[in-house]
């Protein structure tokens, strides 16, 4: 495990994919943080999550230059979560992943400073308040994300699918179709134990919309897996320079007096 210094070191060596804005809008719910475990707050008003995907919504993947996104059509009540802090229904519609260059890190949130290697984000935007994804990203509620840690263990035999397809998005703005791929796969088997916190997105428009569902459990993936990852590109087939996509990963953010839940004590 690195430690809080060490780690504050390697984050100093590590180059994240895009500059980060001076200023932005508001700017005191920002994401990713630091899961300070002592200080989260037990909430025994927490209930439990209530995912309910199906497998039939899957629609493509789309390596977009961040990140590689599984999308779902999120057209009908098919895919939903309700449940957790959430008052409203959330609509699933795509999951996509964080990861660094090497297993040391590749988390955007961390649990008393310990990075992971990886960082699954499933989207979700509230459908009793928004008409569609586009609004509900810049409002106050529209989303709900569940974030599930990955660490280096035993291969992922649900992930595989996913991993196998990956070559085929290998540069920004390819898309390919991806079929009856169950999200609920990528849980952990706990998913009763979660922090939650009100935040933002960690990539453009970095809008203050997101209600964050950081799983305490992870799940493991091996680590060729996880290199498959390793081998897309930010760049599209045109450029010359052909980039590698990896640390596509916000820096951590200041908490500005949030508090953030524990569903369990
Ligand atoms: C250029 O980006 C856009 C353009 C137009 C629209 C409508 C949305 C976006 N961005 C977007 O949804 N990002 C986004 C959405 C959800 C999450 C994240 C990023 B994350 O923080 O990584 O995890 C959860
Ligand atoms: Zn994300």
Known sequence: NLTACSSKYVLS??????????????????????????KSLFDPQLKPLVPAYDPQTCQQIWNNGYS????????????????????????????????????????????DRKLFPAELHIVHWNTEKYDLFEEAVMEDNGLAVIGVFLKIGKRHEGLQKLVDALPAVRHKDSVVDFERFDPACLLPSNINDYWTYHGSLTTPPLTEA???????QHIEVSHDQLAVFRSLLFTSAEEEVQKGMVNNFRVQQPLRGRTVRSSFS
């Open 13 to 38: 060596q590590m180059h994240p994919m895009w500059q980060e804005p001076l200023a932005i809008p508001g700017g005191d719910r920002q994401s990713p943080i630091d899961i300070v475990v002592r």
């Open 210 to 216: 997101v209600t964050w569902i950081v799983m305490k």
């Open 68 to 111: 590689f996104l599984v999308e779902y059509d999120d057209t009908t009540d098919k895919s939903t979560l309700k449940g957790g802090p959430l008052e409203d229904q959330f609509r699933l519609c795509q999951f996509h992943f964080h990861w660094g260059e090497s297993n040391a890190w590749g988390s955007e949130h961390t649990v």
